[in-house]
């Protein structure tokens, strides 16, 4: 079973739909983060969460938003879908009790098409 | 601004024929560098850490060397099957492990 779990991991929506993406990790870390990767553009931060009790916004949190459910779940939310959202959206873990400098692990992706 | 520029933008190498892929960075006080691997379909993969100038380090058929300035990735005697987008990422300002900037990767093509 993968480490880092990405639910759906194919989506087509609606502009104007509230989507859900969900990851879970069995890594044991610590620490969350949700991507988008664009065409051109690479991969930017949404959001990420140093612990359950801890969001922080990264360069594009604009018109999503976060839940840390618990340790191993994190979630992704697009109130209001529009067709510029449509990506390719990753969820990736680290851990920060290994000391400085840890890498992230990512799960492998769900792609997100609105209509 | 923090930034991370690779080059080239695609490479395309027979097998055998080695070759080296660059990662250049503008940030402050630099924190090190980490390398990915990217497959059609899947996240990236870990690579490497490099923690600091004049560190390397090595995997199969893969050398990673950092500078004050930049990053290479070296590919000896390469085969299909390291066909992939690889990726590098730097810590942006403040230090925040959170605010890892992404280059925006080589597409590597090895040819039997």
């Known amino acids: 079973d993968a480490d880092v779990t990405q639910t759906p991991r194919n989506r087509i929506t609606k502009t104007g739909k509230r989507i859900m993406l969900e990851c879970s990790q069995t890594?044991?870390?610590?620490?969350m983060y949700w991507y988008r990767q664009d065409p051109g553009l690479g991969l930017r931060l949404i959001y990420y969460s140093f612990d359950v009790k801890d969001i922080n916004k990264g360069e594009i949190s604009d018109g999503y938003s976060v839940s840390r459910q618990a340790q191993a779940k994190f979630s992704l939310s697009l109130e209001s879908a529009i067709p510029n959202q449509t990506a390719l959206y990753f969820c990736?873990?680290?851990?920060?009790?290994?000391?400085?400098?840890?890498?992230?692990?990512f799960g492998d992706g769900t792609r997100l098409s609105i209509l | 601004e923090d930034q991370v520029t690779q080059s080239p933008e695609a490479l395309r190498l027979q097998e055998g024929e080695s070759s080296s892929l660059n990662c250049s960075y503008t940030?402050?006080?630099?924190?090190?560098l980490f390398w990915y691997r990217q497959d059609p379909g899947k996240g990236p993969e870990f690579l490497f850490t490099l923690y600091s100038a004049g560190e390397e380090k090595e995997k199969e058929r893969l050398k990673a060397t950092l500078t004050k300035k930049e990053s290479f990735l070296h590919i000896t005697a390469p085969k299909p099957e390291d066909s992939a987008t690889y990726l590098c990422a730097v810590p942006g300002h403040g230090g925040s492990q959170g605010n890892l900037i992404f280059g925006k990767g080589t597409k590597l093509s090895v040819k039997p």
């Open positions: 990736a873990t680290s851990d920060s009790s290994g000391g400085y400098l840890q890498p992230q692990h």
């Open positions: 890594k044991g870390h610590d620490r």
């Open positions: 940030v402050s006080g630099l924190r090190g």
